[in-house]
């Protein structure tokens, strides 16, 4: 089975850096989304991990670290529209692609 | 055309009705999927489809039953529903049933049973 953690809530204030944490056990990692949703909308893809690293995307970030069942979310330069839950989601190894989702994260920045 | 479209966006239902979700794509997409998402939690996995055919049910219950006509849509027929299965019903799209590609989501239907 899988087991994916998140922490639940966090704040931070504009203009701020934020880190959300991911620990994750998988049998069989295929890969590491990230996923952001405002409330009463679809979840939007913001990044994509298969390989141990950084991977950078304007003012996101993301870490995986497959030996350590652990990726973050880094977030720079925080603005108001930021505030949102991050889903981190982990891919199975299978004939077909099976993604499933964290505990998620709710993301409120103050001014 | 990035899209993922899903109607109806709300629906009310009775627990003797029958009625259907759809969803539809037209980037090409050769997986789709049904999500469940209860409030101030994650989508749960329902279904997959891969090249039109079912590879994936979370042991969900009967009264969901999926149906792929062609590659660009994807049903959810209800029957018998239940109030806890109330929830946003979430449909995605990836470009390759074989594990290539981030998933791309619809806004959802929103399903009240009373």
């Known amino acids: 089975g899988q087991n994916i953690d998140q922490p639940t809530e966090m704040t931070a204030t504009e203009g701020a850096i934020v880190q959300i944490n991911c620990t994750y056990q998988?049998?069989?990692?295929?890969?590491l989304f990230w996923y952001q949703q405002h409330a009463g909308e679809a979840p939007t893809f913001l990044s994509y991990n298969v390989l141990d690293g950084l991977e950078e995307k304007g003012r996101f970030s993301s870490f995986l670290s497959r030996s350590k069942g652990y990726s973050y979310l880094l977030l720079k330069e925080l603005q108001m529209k930021d505030s949102a839950s991050y889903l981190c989601?982990?891919?199975?190894?299978?004939?077909?692609?099976?993604?499933?989702f964290g505990t998620g994260t709710l993301l409120a920045v103050q001014p | 055309d990035t899209e993922v479209t899903q109607t109806p966006k709300h629906l009310v239902m009775g627990m003797t009705n029958k009625k259907s979700l759809k969803c539809e794509q037209h980037?090409?997409?050769?997986?789709m999927y049904w999500y469940k998402q209860k409030a101030k939690k994650p989508p749960e996995l329902m279904f997959v489809y891969s090249y039109e055919k079912l590879s994936i049910n979370e042991s969900v219950p009967s009264r969901f039953s999926p149906e792929c006509p062609n590659s660009s849509l994807l049903n959810l027929h209800l029957h018998a529903l239940q109030p806890e299965d109330s929830a946003l019903y979430l449909c995605a799209s990836s470009q390759s049933g074989g594990g290539a590609g981030e998933l791309f989501f619809g806004e959802g239907s929103r399903l009240t049973v009373l």
């Open positions: 980037m090409g997409h050769r997986a």
């Open positions: 998988t049998s069989g990692f295929n890969g």
């Open positions: 989601a982990v891919r199975s190894f299978g004939a077909t692609n099976k993604l499933i």
